[in-house]
Structure formats: structure tokens, C-alpha cells
């Protein structure tokens, strides 16, 4: 029996047979070559080849894994386009005369190697992305077409490391467990993995022999520990660790059908945050009360064209009648210049977070706006349907907003086509908002706070910074206030405030937000039993 220690970025306990992925061979032969201007051209042909695929995977994460943990992809195309890494690979072919192939095999290591050395998490966790980016472009170069990664399953996965693009090509079914020799907590892989909702580790330091193959083995999620060839004490002390889990979870199940009251008595909405209809059945499936957040831009990304209005009718209709009475509060499209696909031809932004962005873009492109919101209007009719709309910042938005669904409205009258009643509500996702929201709470008929924006803008730090990781804190008293000064103004008005950031299912925070008057947290689908636990033991 061998036990190695690594880092845990997924709980849960994974009892199987070891698989071990070693990847391609990353040898690539050097050629010299006679001509360069064509070897350059070859080059640039790839790098718009591999921005398509980053595009087409980002539009697939985003579906599978939402947003936030999908934008690894748009970081990678980015890297497509970064000078150094670029003039690095030219400067080769130009000097050297070598095939361009070998010019990115040979900067991606350099470049990976240096990232690796970094002191800083951050830094260091983007090693893996460089190699990631130069192995698309030397199978592009080569001619080498990316395949699915297949394992015999059930079966625990053993890597030296995965890149984002390997992860998002796992074959997941029969995937019990995910242990990296290397990797890091931090990194995007990381961000991907816990979206698989398995026991993953990184860090181990375990050589990926050819003897492991086949080997039974424990990892063991919540201790980040990987156990090979397990004795008969430690194999059954770890199978009743699995049970205990197991009955966890079908204790949790035991809540479906409960409400969410504390032992004092106060009762708070449990709701979920979803972005395709896929998540809306794990909504279902999970007992929630309403959807207070079903993100609409799904529907927009890794396409080649805006959406028509039926087929946002449609997907909207579904939601809501699958949901059969209960709230869904439809985001309208929260896209902008950091978020955007060729079709919207948007220009590039020097701070998009801080750009035309959500509620300024969709202004700023009515007719765009005027189609989602028809398709809005329309699905309303055939469920319990709510708007909201993200990044307000003034109360002349909500108003100028209401006229034009006021509009709609009457169009879709005069046409004689259904439409069903409207709650509009406004996101509090900036100080703005939030100092702002005794004015808006008198133009809006319920309020949401965005948690994690809220905190970006408050505490001055991006988000999607790794740097800044360790300071970016939701819990910062700056951001607690103004999440308390919007519950008491949506209060006051006689309006329901809810929030939908990640902070809503943290279970250290419950009780502060019962004690604040929180009407509705909405959460991940996995999340929903979980909070409504914390909850009735707040």
C-alpha cells in the first residue's frame, strides 16, 4: 500500500481501478526549411484555426460549465494573440529556419518553464495554459486531429496533468475519480474539474507507472489523498468513509419537499442559478424553489448570428413550464466587448468590466434588445415570469426599459399574440446600485445582488485575476453594508431582495442573511439542498 498527498479540489470519496492518461508524445521533429515567408503564413493560418476551436469550446463550456468557468478558453485566445509568445515563435522560424511546428514546441516550454519557476500560484498555474495553447498549435501545424479521451470505465483517471482543452474532452461517464501528478488548485483545469462533480486531487507527486495501470486505488477527495493498492483494514475503513458520504447525501435528499425555515422561525427562499435547460431539470431534480437566475446567454455564444425571436421564445417557454408555476427570472443578455462573438462585430475595450457592457449594451443595440425581450413577453404567458436586468446603475435605465417593454407590450396587442404579466428586476451588482437603491427600489418590482461583481467593483479588484485571489473577499464589511443597505431599501419599498452571486451559498453566511432579512438566495442546482440544510439549522 502507497499513500501520496495532494491537494483536494473536489470532495467525495472514489473506490475503483486506476486508468493512466499519459498524453501524446510532445516530441516534434525539427525541419529546416527554405521558405520562410510561406513557413510564416502557415503559422498565422493555424493561429486563426485554433482561435475557431477556443471559440467553438468556449460556447460548449459555457453550456456545460457556465461563464465563468468557461472564459479559461477566450484567456487562451488571447494568448493567440500576445506578442511575445508570437514574436518568440517568429523570431525562430525567421532566424533559425526552422519549421514552425518545432518554433512553438520549442516556446512553449520555454514559456511554460518560466510560468512553472514563478513564486506567485497565479503565475504558476498559467504554465499549464501555455502548454495547452502551443500543443493545439502544433497538432494544427501537423495535421493531428484531437480526439475524446477515453477510459474503461468505472475507473479513476491518473495524469501528470491536464490542460482545460483535455479536460473539457474527458469521456466523464464511468469517470469516478480525477488525480493529477502536477496541476494546480488554482488553475483553470482545476475551475473545470469541480464542474464534473467527482473526487478530483492535484499535487500528488505520484509517477504515473506503467504498473498502475488497472491497479485498485482510494482518492479520497476530502482529505486530497490517493491511496494505491490498499490493505484489507484500509480499503474497508475507507468503503464505510464512502457510505457515511453516501448517506450524507441521501440525507440531504431527505429535504426535497421542505421549507426553508430557521428554529426561529424565519423562512427563506431557495432558488437556483442556471444556464440551459439542461440545468434547469437539475433545478427540479434538487427541489427549488424558483429560478432566481436563468442566464440567457446560452443562447448568443458559439453562434454565427443573433438569435431569432422564436428560437428564444422557445427556450424560454420551456423553462418556465417545466417549472410549472414556480418564479423564473430571466437575466437579459449580459454580454459585452470581453464577451462577444465575430457575428456582434463590437470593438475591442480597454476595460471591458468596466465597458458597454449588460443593460448599456442592449440600450445601446435596441433592436437586439427588442427581440429578447419580445420572446420574453411572449413565454410569459405559460408561466410565473420575472425580467432582470444586469448592471443598472440609475433609475432612468429601469424606467426607459419599462417604456419599451410598454411598447412590446402594446405591439404584441394590437397583433393579438399571448403575452403574460412581467415582474421587472434590477441586479444590484455595483456601489452605484447599491447606494442608489432606495431610488430604484421605487422603479423595480424585486431586487437581486450579484455578489460576485459587487464585490469586484467594491473592493477595486478583477475578478479573474489569479493574482488577486487571495484579497478578493466577499465577506469584506464594505460589501456586507451595501448588501444590507439594498435589503433594507427593497424593504422599505415593499420589494423581495434575493441573492445570486456565490456568496449566497456559503453556510457561514446564512445566518447573517437571515438575521439582514434576505428573502431568496439562489444557488448552483447542487447547491440548493445544502443551503436549505444550513437554513433550517441556522
Known sequence: MEIYQGKSISGGIAIGRICVYRGRDPGVERCEIKDVPG?????????????????????????????????????????????AYLGSIRSMIQKERVNAAYAVFVTGILFADTFAAMEDAGMRARSADVRDVSGRLVRLLEGVE??????????????????PSET???ETEGLLALVLKKGAVNSHTAILARSLDIPALVQTGISLMAECDGMLAIADGSEGKLILDPDPGTLEKMRERKRRYEKEQETLRSLVGQNAVSKDGRSLGVYANV???KEVEQAIYNDAGGIGLFRSEFLFLGKNGWPSEEEQFTVYRDALQRMGGRTVAIRTLDIGADKSEPYMGLPEEENPALGCRAVRFCLKHEEVFRVQLRAICRAAAYGNCGVLLPMI????????????????????????????????????ETPAAALMSRELAKEADFFSIGTNDLTQYALAMDRQNPELERYFDAKHPAVLRLIEMTVDSGHQAGIQVGICGELAADPEMTGRFLEMGVDILSVLPSKILPVRKAVLSA
Open 146 to 163: 484531437e480526439n475524446r479521451i477515453r477510459l474503461e470505465p468505472p475507473a479513476i483517471l491518473l495524469a501528470e496533468d491536464l490542460s
Open 168 to 170: 473539457m474532452r474527458l
Open 393 to 428: 446603475v440609475s433609475p432612468e435605465e429601469v424606467r426607459q426599459v419599462r417604456g419599451i417593454l410598454k411598447e412590446i407590450r402594446d405591439g404584441l396587442a394590437k397583433k393579438g399574440i399571448p403575452f403574460g404579466p412581467l415582474a421587472l428586476g434590477v441586479m444590484i
Open 275 to 277: 444556464g440551459s435547460l
Open 39 to 83: 513557413e510564416l503564413l502557415r503559422l498565422e493560418r493555424a493561429r486563426e484555426a485554433a482561435a475557431d476551436q477556443l471559440e467553438g469550446l468556449y460556447a460548449k463550456a459555457c453550456a456545460k460549465t457556465g461563464k465563468a468557468r468557461a472564459s479559461i478558453f477566450r484567456a487562451h485566445k488571447v494568448m493567440l494573440e500576445d506578442e
